[in-house]
């Protein structure tokens, strides 16, 4: 479909009243609750175009319907990247990207898409198209749609297209792997990191066994020392450390990447402050002695990925749990990847807060007849 | 504004809370941008979010309009009072509520210094990151409606990459928290629009803010250019060089003179000079320095300055952050403007400025934070002189038109404002503006929160062409149209 045709089939179904779908990759059909079946299923993979790289300026325009994996590879033509690495970027568009804020372990460094978004276009419910922000990085002028879009999973309007600000490839990484036998450990040598100068793109923790991964991309020089000063840090406190590069550095991402999503069970992600998440998956393992599971945390971030196996009660009362551990504002429990037992039983997104009346008058004044991709978005927006 | 609604603000804020007196509200008639000035009919200085809540509530109860306004530095006019409205001045609400540092955190009430927030962190080695020039009396609440930069904001970003939380006050007096300590709090994104959203949709109350690491090294260099082309070519080469700096900024021939009489910090006489930070590790730092100071010195440079302490970098920034004030002492009257263009359009965008001043006769200095193309030209005039004020607004006004035909925006960090609601359709069309409204109408369905600043009203901009639209009154069915 073209960008008119997307328009036109939403100005459409608007007419006529048809609940309509957006689908981009197909890797986050799962995530959220259960939404209702639509009437009209529209496709942006036909929006896949590179529209502007502007290497001097930084910055680049892409469609909705390009996967990160392609828009990277061409913008490395340039040395330079929209530094996002969230699961399954050689399927994933930039749409469903945006649309749900996703990201990976550099977002230590980068941030997510909300906080590399700097314009966008949209297509309303009714088919009218409308832009905001623009194609330079500092821009102060109205409202910020291109933000508002960002983790709203197409419940308020179509992303069309995006402009993002870029960063340039470092020319050399390094990753630090630290393996530590306690817990105690852990959370020492995060806190140290943390409070040390050192500048990771990455802070990666894996749970099972117990183990740190650092990731340090600069000039040579720089990765050298920072993956060298690291390893003088974890050791002295009885952790092993030890340096990679190259393809084996590249292997050891790729399958800490793939790491939750090869294998089968629901997927939860919990942000928390960065100082919960070793406490929190110390809690985890010690709850789920009988169950089969695995996690992930971005140690710096305040993120964690949880894997459980289990049945869907099981998983519920384990979510349910995990709830009760914050309050509202200092962290959240959300299902990424679950089964529809598992969502008819506990809610998706967890407690909306006080702000949900003000989400829902936003929907409202979007999608008037509640037509977008309803129940997709969070809170059941 | 009826007797009952002043006596229940008085019953909320007590008596030393209200200001009517007319030569008390005369502090409160403009902002930073001083050119436009309006009477408050009524100054209220709430001392807690409590307070602010049953301000705004009483407001919407009687259907009065009211400006939330922190410490008044603004330079769009954002905190502009409204004929009829109250005035909210957040000034003291500016307690640091708590600290975290193990997890580089802070909160803090809107009538916060920016820069306090660094001072009370800065003795364990932490800072809050976005610096406006104004960082030493602008507050934390201004700063996020105004989504504020600063020089730094080239590697760190704007204060919209530093909150993480806000308590607001809505238009209907509700109090709300959006975000939180934590981060990926499942929802719209609404901190997202309501930073930088210039006091339109709520009062904030409460910000949680992010706190970085100081670097390990910092150095900064100072190299004059015989061209503010050839400064733009050295800044052009660094980021080509995969560099990014924690800042790039470039002065004129005009702002340095203005600087150096004001503030004396010893800058070259050169027709540019540009000023280079970079931050990091101290082998990353080093190495990137090496080669920033070959580009300045290839492209030209002259007089390489490189500070050797924290006391020379100082005196460097304070020669960069004196610049707009030091206006005062080239020129009677000046005009600051806010532009942005894609950096690589700097050549033709500078000579098409250069142009304007030759055609105008107006004397025009460039400052400008040259990492992320944002223009601060300053239209120098003499309001004595008949015309000259009007002459210096449509100068700057053309400035703009330059900064949207290369691609940029009306405003990098001001903010739209009162100041530049009527550029707005210069640079959106009527469907985005649609779409932004629906916003402002989801917070502020009656319109009562800081009205008529960013978006163009028929009022202070003329009929502006369009399909028809309703005004309220006419939706209320309580007017006709003839």
């Not at chain 2, 009952?4 to 409160?28: H, Q």
């Not at chain 2, 306090?116 to 610096?131: E, I, K, S």
Request: a negative charge.
């Amino acid at each position: 479909m073209t960008l008119a045709d997307i328009s036109e089939t939403l100005a459409a179904a608007s007419r006529d009243r048809r609940r309509v779908a957006i689908d981009g990759g197909g890797t986050k059909r799962e995530w959220g609750s259960l939404a209702p079946a639509a009437d009209v299923t529209i496709s942006t993979r036909g929006l896949n175009t590179v529209i502007a790289h502007r290497y001097g300026d930084l910055t680049a325009t892409v469609e909705a319907g390009a996967s990160l994996a392609d828009v990277n590879r061409v913008l490395a033509t340039h040395g330079q990247w929209i530094p996002l690495d969230p699961p399954h970027a050689d399927r994933a568009t930039i749409g469903g990207i945006v649309a749900t804020n996703d990201s990976g372990p550099r977002r230590h460094r980068f941030g997510a898409p909300r906080d590399l978004i700097i314009g966008v276009e949209i297509v309303r419910v009714d088919g009218t198209r409308a832009k905001s922000g623009g194609i330079v990085v500092k821009n102060v002028a109205g409202y910020d749609l291109g933000r508002l879009m960002t983790g709203s999973f197409g419940s308020l309007a179509l992303i069309a297209q995006a402009t993002f600000k870029l960063y340039p490839i470092a020319p050399a990484s390094r990753s630090v792997v630290v393996d530590m036998d306690d817990s105690g450990v852990a959370e020492r040598t995060i806190a140290a990191i943390s409070g040390s100068h050192l500048t990771p793109t990455a802070l990666e923790l894996q749970a099972k066994p117990l183990r740190l991964l650092v990731r340090f991309e600069s000039i040579a020089a720089a990765a050298d020392e920072q993956a060298a000063a690291l390893v003088r840090l974890a050791t002295t406190d009885g952790a092993r450390a030890f340096v990679v590069d190259t393809a084996e550095e590249s292997a050891l991402w790729d399958a800490h990447d793939a790491r939750l999503w090869q294998h089968p069970g629901a997927i939860i992600k919990i942000s928390c402050l960065p100082t919960e998440v070793m406490p929190t998956m110390i809690a985890i393992g010690e709850s789920l002695r009988d169950v089969e599971w695995d996690a992930i945390g971005r140690a710096g971030v305040g993120v964690l990925l949880l894997r459980v196996g289990a049945n869907s009660a099981r998983q519920a009362r384990i979510i349910t749990d995990l709830r009760a551990r914050f309050p509202h504002g200092r962290g959240s429990v959300v299902i990424v990847r679950g089964s529809d037992e598992l969502k008819q039983s506990v809610d998706a997104w967890g407690a909306p807060g006080d702000a949900l009346p003000l989400m829902r008058a936003i929907k409202r004044q979007f999608d008037p007849h509640a037509l977008l991709n309803t129940g997709r978005g969070p809170f059941g927006l | 504004m009826t007797t009952d609604f002043v006596e229940r603000i008085e019953r909320i804020v007590g008596r030393d809370g209200i200001l009517s007196d007319p030569t008390e509200l005369l502090a409160y008639e403009s902002d930073g941008l001083a050119r436009l000035r309006e009477k408050p009919s009524l100054v209220v200085l709430p001392k807690s979010a409590e307070d602010v809540q049953q301000v705004v509530r009483a407001c919407h109860d009687h259907g009065v309009q009211f400006v939330a306004r922190g410490h008044g530095t603004g330079l769009s006019g954002g905190a502009l009072p409204i004929p009829g409205a109250v005035l909210i001045a957040l000034t003291r609400l500016n307690r640091i509520l708590d600290v975290d540092l193990p997890n580089h955190r802070i909160v803090v009430e809107p009538g916060v210094i920016n820069l306090d927030v660094t001072r009370r962190v800065a003795p364990h080695g932490f800072y809050y990151a976005p610096d406006p020039s104004s960082q030493q009396i602008c507050s934390i609440g201004g700063n996020v409606a105004e989504n504020s930069g600063g020089a730094h904001c080239l590697k760190y970003g704007f204060t919209v990459h530093h909150v993480l939380g806000l308590e607001v006050v809505l238009p209907n007096g509700d109090l709300v928290h959006v975000g939180g300590s934590a981060v990926d709090l499942p929802g719209l994104d609404l901190l997202g629009v309501l930073v930088g959203s210039e006091g339109t949709l709520g009062v904030v109350t409460k910000a949680t803010l992010r706190l970085l690491r100081v670097a390990e090294t910092v150095r900064t260099i100072l190299a004059a250019f015989d061209s503010t082309e050839a400064a733009g070519n050295a800044v052009s080469d660094i980021i080509g060089a995969g560099i990014i700096p924690a800042a790039v900024e470039m002065m004129d021939r005009l702002t340095v003179e203005a600087a150096e009489a004001a503030v004396h910090p010893n800058f070259p006489k050169a027709e540019a000079v540009l000023i280079v930070e970079l931050d990091g590790t101290a082998s990353e730092v080093r190495e990137q320095f090496a080669v920033v100071e070959e580009i300045c010195r290839r492209r030209g440079g002259t007089d390489v300055l490189i500070a050797q302490n924290s006391d020379q970098r100082a005196r460097i920034w304070k020669g960069r952050k004196a610049a707009f004030a030091a206006m005062g002492r080239v020129s009677p009257n000046y005009y600051v403007q806010d532009g942005v263009i894609p950096r690589t359009k700097l050549p033709d965008v500078l000579r098409r400025i250069r142009e304007l001043e030759l055609r105008s006769g107006l004397r025009i200095g460039n400052v400008f934070h040259a990492g992320d193309g944002n223009l601060h030209p300053l239209v120098c005039y003499d309001e004595t002189v008949p015309g000259q004020g009007a002459l210096a607004e449509r100068v700057a006004s053309e400035i703009l038109t330059y900064c949207i035909e290369a691609g940029g925006s009306i405003t990098g960090e001001h903010g739209v404002g009162a100041d530049k609601a009527c550029q707005m359709p210069k640079m959106f069309a009527p469907a985005d503006l649609d779409a932004m409204l629906l916003v402002r109408t989801a917070f502020d369905p009656r319109g009562l929160c800081n009205p008529g600043k960013v978006f163009p009203t028929p009022r202070l901009c003329g009929e502006v062409p369009g399909p028809y639209r309703q005004h309220p009154v006419e939706q209320a069915g309580l007017a006709e149209r003839f």
